[in-house]
């Protein structure tokens, strides 16, 4: 399905594959038979997380920038919610209505973005994994330690959505369907962009800086845009996180949080948008039942353990091992069809499709 | 020297200039004038210290990380929980047996054994795969502070030194005189004095260590071509385990060492982590005398920041790191 196709207007329904069809339906009808637990605290929640991680699939998986700050921009959005709008602890809160309140936040985001961007694409690889990794734990320290604006170790609570169109939009089903237009809006942007001029010379960046830059195209220009664009994705989803949470305090923006969703993001798989979506609906089913199944507290080394494995064994995530097996599958059935024939090439086809 | 008085004699000026000033700052009485504008000197001069001593434990801690890195290209983010585990492990030792020495030196054995282990069995697999290494460190440092928090609860520990490192030093250094006309001498913890001069002596030892022997040679080698090295028919892999080691092992020392100076609780290895990050990133990754040098900056900056702006600390650590990067993205004293 080429985007352009999408615009002329010559998308059949006959090209859409089944199995997104039946997600798309299976989403839009997952409250319609699923109790409020699960529409609120697993489905709203899986998809704000899988946003947040989706602007480091983006970042990390077409531009090669792995940025431990993601979750530092979405915090910086939530907490300029608590600050220029209302929260009942009685520090800052300054009143402003939403309309002035969300624009600002997500601004502020984006900015906070771009500067970390400006920052840290001047060195590269590694590096980068150091800078964002030091400036989230510096942020968690200063929020912490500031009592002003931030109002430290205690943070903000009773920060509220608003209510329009008559909806409190904080009720599990509209909230549930607020983050889904939001996951799906960025889910569509994200490869659409991808697949745009920008992402093309983003993910050629990526791949080779050096002849990039030799070609005339300005490296340091499309890696500060990757992360304006990964501002936008993740302070919209700071501004739904501090909806769902009500609250928000340095714990909000901890470096084992920040570890989480690069962790929700390379369990899913970098190499295509869904990978973040998967790997959050797992972290969160876990993060929920692993009660269960043991203690509480050793919820860190069950996550720890998941991800090691993961990185470990299959580099590409859950969808790495999804396209492994599926191309086991497939070529066992075309060794089956053409018995006699050498099937080669069968595993080498799919990879090559997953590496776009 | 000379040749860099000749060659920057603007800058010579500026550094001559500026330990004057710190010199009279330290050694002089200060007029009432001073001590109006920036408080009182002894609030100055323990704040320098603490500064100092700070910046020894962190070059201790960073030191390590940043041999690694030079070496390996291998940036180990699990440090901090290394860091950590040696404190504990020289605790329980040095509970268990009743000397301090003791606990310091199996802290250091037992956490370059674990960076040998790290180093067999992980980083050997994937090498050349920055990122991968970088992930899997980040999983043992989850899985490693969880352990940690298991075994060693959330209770904040506190050794206890050879008696003879106990107690206050009188400093050869006046705060203010008496109506009197006595002066009254600034007193220091022995202890921390001997965390900087710790810091100071394993600071000397790496750098005859890298430059006046055999080995340091093949490390230095090492950092600038490792292909180079191993076709010269050099032991690659036994050197990198060996590297890994002394900069794992310095981890766990510089627990115990850091400690006993302050204390050892869960969250440490983070704030140990984030430490030896800026150190290597202000100083240049995979240079010690640039750890040194970050060490420094970040040490007084962060101790200056405490007690003269208290919750706007942090944001100084962080502008030092910030203006490095725009002026000098490869640090200090780094080289590309």
Known sequence: ?356 | MRQFVERHTFWAIVIFLAVAVLAWLIFAVWPDWLEAAIGRKKTFINTLLNGVTLAGLYFLVASGFTLVFGLMRNVNLAHGSLYLLGGYLGYEVAEASGSWFFGLAVAFLAIAGAGVLMQVLIFRRMEGDDLRQTLVTIAISIIAADIMLAIWTGTTYQFAPPEWLFGAATLPVVSVLKSSGDPVFIKYPVYRLAVLGTAVAVGIALWLFLNRTRVGMMVRAGVNDRHMLSATGINVPLLFATVFAIGAGLAGFAGVVGGTALSIAPGEDVRYLLASLIVVIVGGLGSVPGAAIGALLIGLAEQFGLAYFPTYGVVLTFLIMVVVLAVRPQGIMGTR
């Open chain 1, 1 to 356: 399905m080429d985007a352009r196709q999408l615009f002329s207007g010559n998308l059949s329904l006959a090209d859409v594959h089944p199995g997104v069809a039946l997600t798309v339906v299976f989403l839009l009808a997952y409250p319609g038979f699923a109790s409020d637990f699960f529409v609120f605290q697993i489905g709203a929640y899986s998809l704000i997380l899988g946003t947040i991680s989706l602007s480091l699939m983006m970042l990390a998986g077409y531009g090669g920038m792995v940025s431990l700050a993601q979750l530092t921009i979405a915090g910086i959005a939530g907490y300029l919610v608590a600050i220029l709008g209302d929260n009942s602890v009685g520090v800052m809160g300054l009143g402003w209505p939403w309309w002035l309140t969300v624009p600002a936040a997500l601004l502020a985001a984006v900015l906070f973005s771009t500067f970390i961007g400006a920052i840290s694409v001047r060195t590269d690889g590694i590096y980068m994994i150091m800078i964002t990794l030091a400036i989230a734990v510096a942020f968690f320290y200063f929020v912490r330690q500031n009592y002003v604006l931030f109002n430290g170790f205690t943070g903000f609570a009773g920060i509220e959505p608003p209510t329009l169109f008559g909806i409190y939009w904080r009720d599990p089903v509209p909230f549930y369907y607020l983050s889904l237009f939001v996951a799906a809006g960025f889910f569509w942007a994200v490869r659409y962009a991808a697949r745009s001029t920008y992402g093309l010379s983003l993910q050629a960046i990526r791949d080779n800086p050096r002849r990039m830059r030799a070609l005339g195209y300005d490296v340091t220009l499309h890696r500060i845009v990757a992360h304006i664009l990964a501002g936008v994705i993740a302070g919209t989803a700071g501004i739904l996180l501090v909806w769902f949470n009500g609250r928000i305090s340095p714990g909000s923006v901890g470096i084992d949080v920040a570890i989480d969703i690069l962790v929700i993001a390379v369990v899913g798989g970098l190499r295509h948008p869904i990978g973040p979506f998967l790997g959050a609906i797992v972290f969160v089913l876990l993060e929920n039942f692993a009660i269960d199944l043991i203690d509480r507290e050793r919820f860190n080394t069950v996550i720890g353990v998941a991800f090691l494995l993961v990185v470990l064994f299959s580099p590409d995530g859950l969808l790495g091992l999804f396209n492994r097996i599926r191309s086991q599958v497939q070529l066992g059935r075309r060794t089956r069809l053409e018995a006699g024939r050498p099937a080669t090439g069968g595993r080498n086809v799919v990879g090559s499709i997953e590496q776009n």
